[in-house]
């Protein structure tokens, strides 16, 4: 199971592309509300989560989980005790962690990003701290997948499939969205 984890100001695009395309790859994920049930977007989008995050019953059995950038989204899932244990269960069991655009910057300041390639939002790259800073859309260095922004959230979405499931399968997906065709 994958779980996107959202809190209020969180970017749309980054936590649901993702979640459409591991679904279209056959992918189990749950979208999580770390507060609340209906989170609001930082473009004022209501989603309502799948579920709770003290609805998640074994954090051992979580196979990844997706932290959505978004301002002051990153910085709600930063302050959240929960989602600060459930990164550190599945980094030490080497579980996909994942952030995008601002989000990398709470696994630089949990210090798991020291000597990995990773990417962020500009700006943001002083947080990665110990990180090998790449400016490019999406970087999985081991267990760890970040991505640059909402402009790169369907390649961090295929990014995640290929972690889960294979290239074949992501390469499939992305080709049955005609993803990058002109």
């Known amino acids: ?14 936590a649901l592309a993702p ?9 189990e994920v749950k979208t999580v509300g770390v507060y609340e ?9 209501p989603v309502t989560c799948d579920i709770l995050i003290d609805e998640i019953e074994n954090i051992d ?3 990844g989980i997706v932290l959505p950038g978004g301002m002051p989204g990153t910085i709600n899932l930063e302050q959240s005790e929960k989602v600060q244990k459930i990164i550190d269960v599945c980094n030490q069991k080497g579980k996909i962690v994942s952030a995008i655009c601002a989000a990398p910057s709470i696994l630089g300041h949990k210090g798991i990003l020291k000597g990995k390639k ?3 939002y ?15 859309p999406v970087v ?12 790169g959230a369907f390649q961090f979405g295929f990014k995640l499939l290929e972690a889960v499931k294979g ?14 065709e002109r």
Request: hydrophobic share 40%; proline share 0%.
């Open 122 to 136: 500009t700006g943001f790259e002083k947080d990665l701290i110990g990180a090998d800073v790449c400016n490019c």
């Open 1 to 14: 199971m994958i779980y996107v984890f959202l809190a209020k100001g969180f970017e749309e695009l980054e």
């Open 140 to 151: 999985r260095d081991g267990n760890i997948i970040t991505g640059f922004g909402a402009g």
């Open 118 to 120: 990773a990417t962020c």
């Open 37 to 45: 049930k209906t989170v609001l977007g930082s473009h004022n989008i």
């Open 61 to 63: 059995s979580i196979d």
């Open 19 to 27: 979640v459409d395309i591991l679904r279209r790859g056959g992918v």
């Open 167 to 180: 290239a074949d399968k992501s390469e499939e997906i992305r080709k049955s969205m005609r993803f990058g």
